[in-house]
Nanobody, 113 residues
Framework: VQLQASGGGLVQAGGSLRLSCAASGSISAFKIMAWYRQAPGKQRESVAVSRLGATATYADSVKGRFTISRDYAKRTMYLYMNNVIPEDTGVYYC????????WGQGTQVTVSS
């Protein structure tokens, strides 16, 4: 299965974005699907994690503002980003784990102040 991330762009602080991660095959087998981001000069960090049968978890910096979800029929994972801040700027990557680990190619998000 391959992952294709999209939806990034330039947004003003306080605005919203929806990132999509489309899979080439079923996502039902992935026990974990997640969004990571990498800001300039920083290490890649986990932002939001979706685990089968469990409540999603979020980095403290995005709690209450971001929401992760999966649409199994569309084979797509989403990241709803609300009330964004400049610190949310970075390249966002989707990730799926279930026997193997798969990464999407990343989508750039830039938040202007």
């Amino acid at each position: 299965v391959q992952l294709q991330a999209s939806g990034g762009g330039l947004v003003q602080a306080g605005g919203s974005l929806r990132l999509s991660c489309a899979a080439s095959g079923s996502i039902s087998a992935f026990k974990i699907m997640a969004w990571y981001r990498q800001a300039p000069g920083k290490q890649r960090e986990s932002v939001a994690v979706s685990r089968l049968g469990a409540t999603a978890t979020y980095a403290d910096s995005v709690k209450g503002r971001f929401t992760i979800s999966r649409d199994y029929a569309k084979r797509t994972m989403y990241l709803y980003m609300n009330n964004v801040i400049p610190e949310d700027t970075g390249v966002y990557y989707c990730n799926a784990q279930g026997g193997t680990t798969v990464w999407g190619q990343g989508t750039q998000v830039t938040v202007s102040s």
